[in-house]
């Protein structure tokens, strides 16, 4: 059924439109302000729709106007896929469907919640971390150039065509998209997201931390051969990367306790500074 | 500094300031910031070193709902500026002054970010005039209030004496600079505890740690884990007794003619 309304839908936005809300959409955040956030934004990137279906009615032009400037927050990226669903239900109305301005609200409210539940932790909490971690580890291990750029090109590669193709759904599927946000696919996207985060996490604890701890516990000289055992010898026998895993936990308490991170960091410092003042860390 | 170098670095300070709130093309993640600050000033190798340690430090200083995180705009250019310009810092010093940079960054972001609440408010007596050109024209001057914001401090570290930065840093004694560079091996931490309490729940911690045994123990390259970590997410998502009861509803419906609209969005997603 909702197919068949599809295609009797007298379209009027343009591929032009398409190509201009997706430019438009990557300056969201530009008039970010602690009162409504990325309202101004939104706005900006409606401006080519709005254009198209109001031009010459100052009266419906207004309207539009105020209606993109409420209330919004979400991941940066998913605003494409809110967008292409305003974008459709602009259009409708614009063909003269019922759809109030309280409709359009809602769906906007009601989307963007559930939006950064998913776009969050793909994109900031596994994307570019991801990207981010392995770029980092080319550039010290003096692989020149080509870790910046991979960082560069493979982050805006995924941004981009996932800004693309979430505008093109959101249009194409307009309001059906909003009836299954409960539905599977979304909580297998954000579980599966969330999974493959922590694992890399994991894998960065011991893998991108350098701590050393040259304090002597032992020495035996057995046969003329002297070994000397530190502290960080032991350390490795019990398991390598354990004490950069108990600090991790010790930050993760701390962020939880509602300490500020930049705290958390000049706390690192100090714990640097006072290690090797003692000589514990070197 | 020659007037070319200059030019360029408050181009890539300007670009790195609206990138830093837009946080679209991450212009302003430390590997790409201080590497354009190396090219603008003619010191691209210690840009990317100093830029690949500080990014480990910010990786997850991330804008997440109203809560404004340190500024690595401001870190990465300035520490950059100082790293590979003439005052000539090591790495390891550049690193140290990062961190309250980033902090003096958040602060003027707080207050910038303040101020544009008024400028919407502008933007809402321009739409009541459906004057679309007055918000394009207010949201660009935003941008370029955000972009000043780290353009114009870095032109006055340009102008501070490298003389004068040296002196003040030789003036830190020993166990302050080798303490400060022994943290930034291990200050990494705090941004990984930031992006697990993101994500964390009881369903995901056991991959966390099968994560820190294979690293810890094995010798596995980081592709050859992302590899693992996509199969492994695979796998779960799969076989999870949760995904399973809906996705046999969920297959059940694709056969009929009333498909439901989770039907098309997984349709939509195969098409693509």
Excluded at chain 1, 59 to 86: D, N, Y
Excluded at chain 2, 65 to 90: E, F, R, T, Y
Excluded at chain 2, 252 to 264: L, N, P, Q, R, V
């Amino acid at each position: 059924m909702a197919d068949n309304e599809t295609v009797e839908k007298q379209k009027r936005l343009t591929h032009g439109d398409m190509v201009k809300t997706f430019w438009r959409a990557g300056f969201l955040q530009g008039s970010w302000n602690y009162e409504r956030v990325q309202n101004v934004g939104f706005c900006f990137q409606m401006i080519p729709t709005i254009k198209r279906l109001y031009k010459g009615d100052d009266k419906e032009t207004a309207a539009a106007l105020q209606r993109h400037l409420t209330f919004m927050q979400t991941t940066p990226v998913m605003t494409s896929l809110i967008g292409g669903i305003s974008m459709a239900m602009e259009e409708e109305r614009a063909n003269g469907k019922p759809i109030d301005d309280a409709t359009i609200a809602s769906v906007k409210v009601g989307t963007m919640g559930p939006m950064a539940g998913v776009g969050d932790p793909i994109f900031w909490g596994t994307i570019r971390p991801v990207i981010a971690s392995f770029a980092a580890s080319l550039a010290l291990s003096g692989s020149g150039l080509l870790a910046p750029i991979i960082f560069f090109v493979a982050w805006n590669a995924i941004r981009l065509a996932s800004r693309w193709y979430l505008q093109k759904i959101g249009y194409d599927q307009g309001t059906n998209i909003v009836a299954n946000l409960g539905g599977s696919l979304i909580q297998k996207l954000t579980t599966g997201a969330s999974i493959l985060g922590m694992f890399i996490m994991g894998v960065l604890v011991p893998r991108w931390t350098t701590i050393n701890f040259p304090l002597v516990i032992s020495k035996a000289t057995v046969n003329g051969k002297t070994t000397v055992m530190t502290l960080q010898g032991i350390f490795d026998e019990l398991l390598p990367g354990l004490i950069p895993l108990l600090l991790t936990f010790m930050c993760i308490w701390l962020l939880r306790k509602k300490m500020n991170a930049i705290w958390l960091i000049f706390l690192m410092f100090a714990i640097g500074i006072f290690g090797y003042w003692i000589g514990l860390l070197g | 500094m020659s007037a070319i170098s200059v030019i360029l670095l408050l181009i890539v300070a300007f670009l790195a300031g609206v990138d830093v709130v837009l946080d679209e093309w991450e212009l302003a993640q430390p590997l790409i910031a201080c590497t354009l600050v190396g090219l603008a000033l003619g010191d691209v190798s210690s840009g990317i070193l100093l830029g690949g340690q500080l990014q480990l430090i910010a990786i997850g200083w991330m804008n997440i709902g109203s809560a404004i995180p340190p500024d690595a705009a401001l870190a990465s250019i300035v520490s950059a500026v100082l790293v590979c310009g003439p005052a000539n810092l090591s790495v390891s010093n550049g690193i140290a002054i990062a961190i309250p940079l980033a902090v003096a960054g958040q602060v003027l972001n707080i207050f910038v970010r303040s101020l544009i609440v008024l400028m919407a408010h502008v933007v809402d007596s321009r739409a009541k005039a459906a004057d679309i050109k007055g918000i394009d024209g207010i949201h660009y001057l935003d941008m370029v209030i955000q972009g000043l914001r780290i353009a114009i401090p870095t032109y006055i570290v340009t102008i501070v004496s490298p003389q004068a930065v040296q002196g003040a840093l030789n003036a830190i004694p020993k166990v302050i600079t080798k303490g400060l560079s022994i943290a930034g091996g291990f200050v990494v931490v705090v941004g990984f505890a930031m992006v697990i309490n993101m994500m964390a729940n009881n369903e995901v911690w056991p991959f966390f740690f099968i994560g820190f045994v294979l690293a810890a123990i094995t010798k596995l390259n980081l592709i050859a884990f992302g590899i693992l970590g996509v199969c492994i997410a695979l796998i779960y998502v799969k076989l999870s007794p949760r995904f399973n009861a809906q996705s046999t509803v969920v297959e059940g419906a694709a056969g009929e003619e009333t498909s439901s609209g989770g039907d098309d969005i997984d349709r939509a997603l195969d098409e693509l």
